[in-house]
């Protein structure tokens, strides 16, 4: 069956700071993987999502960029957080080529940026 | 572009009464629509789906979902709240042959005893 992991499940991080939040998923080849943050009230709102290694789609200008090194790898990363980084990450993949495939998430990670 | 409306950001229900949840999209074509449930701290998950066929569809955990066309609306139900059902819970919707999603903002359910 497949699985999805994502690390770490929480992270304090100072402003100004680089960020490395990664993301896997086992049992599945070639996924469509996907970055949501969580901000409170705000719902879920799409970062970038990739159809294939080194496939970025970015859907919000901003702070963050993802890179796919290999198939099932998924990573979130900054240069310098900003205080408006903190949110609840979550990273989601879904079976390419089946249009009736729901996005399977992970746990999360929380970030909070002081 | 699609969107989604959840116009209750909080609703309080008591345990063993019935619930609603609205959902309302915007799209020019019949989307693909999704209800999600997420616990305290935790990711997402797929509670029912609704891509095509009969309007009602079933979910895990007794939840119930109904597509009416007419009202753009897409709305989860449970006959009878446990007071494990306590959760945020998310609509969803995707243009057909989609590879993103749309959320809504979420409703807060709260269960009283």
């Known amino acids: 069956s497949q699985t999805i992991h994502q690390w770490p499940a929480t992270l304090v991080q100072p402003v100004g700071s680089p960020l490395s939040l990664e993301c896997t998923v086992e049992?599945?080849?070639?996924?469509?993987l996907y970055w949501y943050r969580q901000a409170a009230g705000r719902g879920l709102q799409l970062l970038f999502y990739s159809v294939g290694i080194g496939q970025i789609s970015s859907e919000v200008p901003q702070n963050l960029s993802a890179s796919r090194p290999q198939d099932r790898q998924f990573i979130l990363s900054s240069k310098k957080l900003l205080l408006s980084d903190s949110g609840f990450y979550l990273c989601?993949?879904?079976?390419?080529?089946?249009?009736?495939?729901?996005?399977?998430f992970g746990n999360g990670t929380r970030l909070t940026v002081t | 572009a699609q969107s989604v409306t959840q116009p209750d950001i909080h609703i309080t229900v008591s345990e063993g009464a019935s619930l609603e949840l609205r959902c309302n999209y915007s799209y020019g074509a019949t989307p693909y629509l999704f209800w999600y449930v997420q616990s305290p701290g935790q990711g997402l998950q797929l509670l029912l789906k609704?891509?095509?066929?009969?309007?009602l569809v079933q979910g895990i955990k007794g939840f119930e979902a109904e597509f009416k066309r007419s009202q753009s609306s897409f709305n989860l139900r449970k006959p009878s709240v446990h007071w494990s059902d306590a959760a945020e819970y998310f609509c969803a919707v995707a243009p057909q042959g989609y590879s993103t999603l749309t959320f809504g903002k979420g409703t807060m359910l709260l269960v009283s005893p």
């Open positions: 049992g599945t080849s070639n996924p469509n």
């Open positions: 609704y891509f095509s066929g009969d309007t």
């Open positions: 989601a993949w879904t079976v390419p080529g089946t249009v009736n495939s729901p996005l399977h």
